[in-house]
C-alpha cells in the first residue's frame, strides 16, 4: 500500500492559514426551502435596531452574503440568515435575511427553522409543550410557537405581523403574456397573487413547469413594478418593495392540500416551501374575499408538494388596512454543519451565479 494513501486517514485535518477567514454555519430546510443559518465568524454587525443592522450588512459585507449564498458553497436558490440582538428586551433575538438578490424583509420558512433550531440548541429553556420566541425580523416582531414532545420538535407555528391587501383583481399588460390579473397584498413582503385559473397560461404549478415559472414569474414581477401601481407601506419605507410573484392553483389538489402555491422571489428564486409570508399575504386575500374567518384554515402546499397551514387569528386596523394577524404552521430538519473558508487569494471567494 503507498505511502500517499496511508498518509490520508492519519493526516486527514486540515489547518486553515490565519490569514483565510473562516464561517460556521447550520444549515437545515423547511418544506424543502434550505436554510444556511450562519453563527460564527461573521464581522459583527453596527445598529440599534435590526433594519440598521441589515443596512449596515448590506453596506459593508454584501460580499459575504454573496460568498455564501452564491456558488461554489451555495447556488442560486439559496437562502440564509444571519441572528443579532434584538430591537428591544421584550425578544429573544432579531434575525436578517439573504438571498441570492439581497436582503428580505420576512421570511416563514426561516422562522421556522431558526425556532426548531433555537430548541435543538437549548438557546432557550426548553420544557415539554409549546414554547414561546420573539424575534424581531426587518418587518416587525415574529411570535413563534414550538410545540415539543418527549425532547422532539414536533412542529413549529408563528404569528406574523399585521398582513393587509392593497387591492385585489388589478391588471397589468406583461410583455409576451399578455394582461395578467392579480392581487397585490402583504405578509411581511408583497407579492403579486397570481390565480392560475383567472389568467391563461401555458403552464401548471408543477416541477416540468419550473424554467417557464421563473421566467414568467419575473416578467410579471418586472412589468407591476413599472406600473403605476405603489407599492408602499404604511409606516416603513425599507420594506416599500415588491419582493415577488405567486402563482396559486385554489383547487383541491390530490395531496389533500386545499390549494397549491408557487412563489418566484427576489432574482428568480423558486421557493420550494409554500411560502410563510406568502401564505400570511393569502390569509389577508381570502378574508379581504370573506372566504376566510377567524379560526378557519387552509393547507397549502408548495412545487414539491410539502405543506403549510395557514389560519386567521386576530383582525385589526393596520395604518389605512384592514389587516389580519396570519398564523402558519410547518416543519423544519437540520441537514447540516458547515466549516466554510473564504482564501484571500482565491478569485472566486466572492461567489458567482450559473442558472
Known amino acids: 500500500m503507498s505511502n500517499t494513501f496511508q498518509n490520508i486517514s492519519s493526516l486527514s485535518k486540515f489547518t486553515p492559514p490565519n490569514d483565510f477567514?473562516?464561517?460556521?454555519?447550520?444549515?437545515?430546510?423547511?418544506?424543502?426551502?434550505?436554510?444556511r443559518v450562519i453563527l460564527d465568524g461573521f464581522p459583527t454587525l453596527k445598529g440599534n435596531s435590526v433594519l440598521e443592522y441589515r443596512r449596515y450588512c448590506q453596506e459593508n459585507y454584501d460580499h459575504l452574503r454573496t460568498s455564501l449564498m452564491f456558488e461554489p458553497r451555495g447556488h442560486a436558490d439559496m437562502y440564509g440568515c444571519i441572528l443579532v440582538p434584538p430591537n428591544?428586551?421584550?425578544?429573544?433575538?432579531g434575525i436578517l435575511f439573504l438571498h441570492n438578490e439581497g436582503?428580505?424583509?420576512?421570511?416563514?420558512?426561516?422562522?421556522?427553522?431558526?425556532s426548531t433550531l433555537a430548541v435543538q440548541m437549548q438557546w432557550l429553556d426548553v420544557q415539554e409543550g409549546?414554547?414561546?420566541?420573539?424575534?424581531?425580523?426587518?418587518?416587525?416582531?415574529?411570535?413563534?410557537?414550538?410545540?415539543?414532545?418527549?425532547?422532539?420538535?414536533?412542529?413549529?407555528?408563528?404569528?406574523c405581523v399585521p398582513s393587509f391587501v392593497v387591492a385585489l383583481d388589478l391588471e397589468v399588460q406583461v410583455e409576451g403574456v399578455g394582461k395578467v390579473v392579480y392581487d397585490l397584498a402583504y405578509g411581511g413582503a408583497f407579492y403579486a397573487y397570481?390565480?392560475?385559473?383567472?389568467?391563461?397560461?401555458d403552464f401548471d404549478l408543477s416541477p416540468n413547469s419550473y424554467q417557464a415559472l421563473i421566467a414568467t414569474g419575473m416578467d410579471i414581477k418586472r412589468a407591476v413594478m413599472r406600473s403605476d401601481e405603489k407599492v408602499v407601506h404604511p409606516?416603513?419605507?425599507d420594506l416599500s418593495f415588491l419582493y415577488g410573484t405567486i402563482f396559486i392553483d385554489n383547487t383541491s389538489q390530490p395531496s389533500g392540500a386545499d390549494s397549491r402555491n408557487v412563489c418566484v422571489f427576489a432574482e428568480g428564486e423558486v421557493d420550494r416551501?409554500?411560502?410563510?409570508?406568502?401564505?400570511?399575504?393569502?390569509m389577508a386575500i381570502h378574508h379581504a374575499r370573506k372566504e376566510m374567518v377567524i379560526g378557519t384554515e387552509k393547507k397549502i402546499e408548495s412545487i414539491t408538494g410539502s405543506m403549510f397551514s395557514g389560519t386567521i387569528v386576530e383582525e385589526l386596523e393596520y395604518g389605512p388596512y384592514k389587516a389580519v394577524i396570519p398564523q402558519v404552521?410547518?416543519?423544519a430538519y437540520i441537514t447540516g454543519v458547515q466549516h466554510f473558508l473564504m482564501d484571500p487569494r482565491d478569485p472566486m471567494k466572492d461567489g458567482f451565479i450559473l442558472r
Open 103 to 114: 436582503y428580505s424583509t420576512m421570511c416563514g420558512h426561516a422562522i421556522i427553522a431558526i
Open 194 to 201: 397570481v390565480d392560475m385559473h383567472k389568467n391563461q397560461f
Open 329 to 331: 404552521e410547518g416543519q
Open 21 to 35: 477567514l473562516q464561517i460556521k454555519t447550520i444549515d437545515m430546510h423547511t418544506g424543502g426551502e434550505p436554510l
Open 88 to 93: 428591544d428586551d421584550e425578544a429573544d433575538f
Open 130 to 159: 409549546e414554547n414561546i420566541l420573539k424575534i424581531d425580523a426587518p418587518c416587525g416582531r415574529i411570535t413563534s410557537y414550538v410545540y415539543v414532545l418527549e425532547n422532539q420538535v414536533q412542529h413549529v407555528r408563528f404569528h
Open 273 to 282: 416551501c409554500p411560502t410563510g409570508s406568502g401564505v400570511s399575504g393569502r
Open 235 to 237: 409606516f416603513e419605507m
